[in-house]
């Protein structure tokens, strides 16, 4: 059952009208949607029609001039961070090529990493790429104060706020396999960010793992449609109420598949509200640092157990 994507969908959320209005009673609804969502899967698609079709036709535009970039040029992109510069040319995973925009949300960061990329200048490709990332993290922030309010800890979200979240935005390209090529575009993985929101062209390939270890395709496009997934630091700080859900991407056609991942990463301590620790739920995390997890997961991962984060700040 492995190697095939099973027909179930993953839930849909709307982020859309009075859904996105605190204090109606359909935001208290969507808020318990997103919550059960990420408890059972640890992902949803939601619907955000604040990226309209001309900002999605713009935005993937760019990318295929991104990366038609030579090599020398893309291998610039660099960072301390492992994954978070440029990546290609991988043995095991051949078909994969990306690129980290550190804080993308801002001018500043999308004016440093367009002067990179071309020095004489690229306003289209800094202001479509900011201007996505904005409206992104927007969601991520509306997610995260949904979940924190259905959980009665709204006290906690100024720890988790925009000021307090650091965010990559990661471009990626998967070219369709060859005769000789494994179709594995990227390998089964669970996420260190809190948050990820991925977005995709028309070209599938998301596969995400279910509880019971059966794999569900994320089969449909819309400028809309995005999905929203818990990573590891939001486990670990809901205390493993809510799920990180392992997954991949599968390439079965013969066409590029260009996606973007907004990954949130908390700037300060991540402890564990204790309105989510009783006798069903005793304490199961130490307080940590999001970002160091990451580089955790980074290092020596070979010896690493399957749950790093448990390895990195598990009771």
């Known amino acids: 059952m492995d190697s095939e ?18 204090g109606k009673s ?20 939601a619907v955000y029609d604040r990226v309209d079709l001309e900002l999605d036709e713009a935005i993937f535009g760019e990318l295929e001039e991104l990366f038609d970039l030579p090599t020398e040029t893309k291998v610039q ?13 991988l043995p095991d995973i051949p078909l994969y090529e990306s690129m980290g925009i550190s804080d993308p949300q801002t001018l500043q960061g999308t004016q440093t990493f367009t002067k990179l990329m071309w020095p004489a200048g ?16 927007q969601l991520e922030q509306t997610v995260k104060r949904m979940v924190f309010e259905s959980y009665g800890v709204e006290k906690c979200f100024e720890n988790h706020d925009i000021g307090s979240t650091s965010y990559l935005l990661k471009a990626t390209k998967y070219k369709a396999p060859t005769m000789n090529e494994m179709d594995i575009g990227l390998t089964s993985h669970t996420d260190k960010s809190f948050i990820t929101i991925l977005h995709q062209n028309q070209v599938n390939g998301l596969e995400v793992k279910s509880k019971n ?17 818990a990573g590891d630091a939001f486990m670990a700080w809901s205390n493993n109420r809510i799920h990180s859900p392992s997954h991949r991407v599968v390439m079965r056609g013969d066409k590029t598949r260009y996606s973007l991942g907004l990954f949130s990463i908390n700037k300060g301590t991540i402890r564990i509200p204790q309105e989510l620790v009783d006798e069903q739920h005793p304490l199961q995390f130490h307080p940590f640092d999001n970002l160091g997890l990451l580089l955790y997961s980074y290092a020596d991962v070979y010896t690493r157990s399957e749950s790093c984060v448990k390895d990195y700040c598990g009771i």
């Open 5 to 22: 994507t099973l027909s179930a969908k993953l839930p849909t959320v709307e982020f859309t009208g009075e859904n996105l209005e605190p």
């Open 26 to 45: 359909s935001w208290f609804a969507t808020c318990h949607k997103v919550r059960r969502a990420l408890e059972e899967y640890g992902c949803f698609v």
């Open 77 to 89: 992109n660099t960072s301390d961070v492992p994954y978070f510069g440029y990546v290609g040319q």
């Open 122 to 137: 690229n306003d289209k490709f800094c202001e479509t790429i900011c201007s996505y990332s904005k409206l992104v993290s």
């Open 213 to 229: 270890g059966e794999w569900i395709g994320f089969e449909e496009y819309l400028p809309s449609s995005f999905v929203v997934m």
